[in-house]
Each structure stands twice: as structure tokens, then as C-alpha cells.
């Protein structure tokens, strides 16, 4: 498995299976509107950085197109909405750079699904203490790690202070860790 950087973004290289590799790369729209086509924007953006450039021109694509998304935000967003238990990237999505948004999504449906049986079951008496029983175990678990998902992202996304800051994992690697660590959770456990 492998991180590189690139002018705007970044890209995350892991072995899948039958000897393939999965190759995923974020940008910004800035960075990706100048230039006429995925095609262009990878040769004269990505194949700067040499690493990115010796997988792509020692690998040939499994799909006929790449597959693409569009129009992520990494805004903060509300876990109720209009009385809505919102689960998963609906309530807040952690920059995938820390990855864990799938143990998030999981995580946040068991939360919402064990607290909506005490309110069917009458432990909790109303709607209103629904959400706010919601809310507060929501905040628990993932408000402070999306906070740091949002810090980590954004120090790497200015080019010369990711490499700074990658010099530095280097030299300390004790710190990579506990950088992890404040972006994931704890064991779910099947109540
Ligand atoms: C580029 C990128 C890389 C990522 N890498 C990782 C990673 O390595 N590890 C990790 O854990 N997470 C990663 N994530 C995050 C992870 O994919 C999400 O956090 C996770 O999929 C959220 O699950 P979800 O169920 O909330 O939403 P989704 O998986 O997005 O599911 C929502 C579903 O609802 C459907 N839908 C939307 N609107 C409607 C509608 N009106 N009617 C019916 N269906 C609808 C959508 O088509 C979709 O299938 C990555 C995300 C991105 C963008």
C-alpha cells in the first residue's frame, strides 16, 4: 500500500486481489479545470511526482474508463436534519485521506438502529429524546475524529508542508500512530 502527492491532491496505491492493484486519486476542481480531460490532468499533474508515473506506465487499466465521482463536500453536516437520523457520509464525512468512512457508516447505522429499538421499546419516551440521545452518542464517537480528519487533510493538501510534514513522520515515525489513532474508533461490538 502506498500514499503519493500531487499538485492538488493525492493518490492511494493497495494490492487487491489476483495480483491487481486498486489506484484512487482525490483532486480539487481547481486543480483538475485546467486541463482538457482525466488523460491530460494525469500526464502533466500526477506524472510529476516519478513514483506515480513508473505505476501508470507499468500497468495497464482492468476497466475500459476510469470510474470517477464528483462534487464531494467535506462541509460539517448536521447527524439530525429536519427530525432525520442522518448515518454515514449523510451525517459527516471524514476526508478519505484518514479512510474509516465505511466503519463510520456501519458504526452510525448500529448507533441509530440500537437507539431507535429503546424508543420502540419505550426506554426512550419521545422523539425529541431520541435525537438528542442520537446527537450525543454521535458527537462521542466521531465529532473530534472528523475534526482531526479535517486538520490532517488540510495540512496535506498544501504541497511543501506535506512534504515537510512526511520528512518529519520519517524521522519521528512513532507519530504516525497516534495521528491514526485520533482518526479511528474504537472495536464495534454486536450488542
Ligand atoms: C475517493 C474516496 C475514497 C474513499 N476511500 C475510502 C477508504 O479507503 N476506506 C473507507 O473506509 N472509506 C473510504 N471512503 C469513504 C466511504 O466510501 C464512505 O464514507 C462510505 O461509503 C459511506 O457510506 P454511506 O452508506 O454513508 O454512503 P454511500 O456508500 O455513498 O451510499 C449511499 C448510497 O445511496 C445511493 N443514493 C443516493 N441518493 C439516492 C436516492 N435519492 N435514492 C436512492 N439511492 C440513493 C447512492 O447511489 C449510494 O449507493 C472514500 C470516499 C471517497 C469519496
Redesign the pocket.
Known amino acids: 500500500m502506498a500514499l503519493h502527492n500531487f499538485d492538488g491532491g493525492y493518490c492511494?496505491v493497495s494490492n487487491v486481489e489476483k495480483n491487481a492493484i486498486n489506484l484512487?486519486y482525490?483532486t480539487t476542481f481547481e486543480a483538475f479545470k485546467k486541463h482538457k480531460d482525466i488523460a491530460e490532468f494525469q500526464e502533466r499533474v500526477l506524472f510529476k511526482n516519478k513514483a506515480l508515473k513508473r505505476i501508470f506506465e507499468n500497468s495497464s487499466p482492468l476497466f475500459d474508463a476510469p470510474l470517477t465521482?464528483s462534487q464531494?463536500s467535506f462541509e460539517t453536516k448536521t447527524p439530525v436534519e429536519n427530525h432525520i437520523l442522518m448515518?454515514?457520509?449523510?451525517a459527516g464525512?471524514?476526508h478519505?485521506l484518514c479512510?474509516?468512512?465505511?466503519?463510520?457508516?456501519i458504526r452510525s447505522a448500529q448507533m441509530a438502529s440500537l437507539l431507535i429499538v429503546k424508543f420502540f421499546d419505550g426506554d426512550l419516551k419521545t422523539r425529541a429524546a431520541l435525537e438528542s440521545a442520537y446527537l450525543k452518542a454521535w458527537n462521542e464517537a466521531f465529532k473530534s475524529r472528523l475534526k482531526t480528519g479535517h486538520i490532517v487533510a488540510n495540512l496535506f493538501s498544501k504541497n511543501k508542508l506535506a512534504e515537510i510534514l512526511i520528512q518529519g513522520l520519517k524521522l519521528f515515525p512513532f507519530l504516525l500512530p497516534l495521528i491514526i489513532k485520533r482518526t479511528h474508533g474504537k472495536m464495534m461490538h454486536v450488542k
Open positions: 492511494g484512487c482525490i465521482i464531494i448515518c454515514g457520509d449523510t464525512m471524514i478519505p479512510g474509516n468512512g465505511m466503519s463510520m457508516a
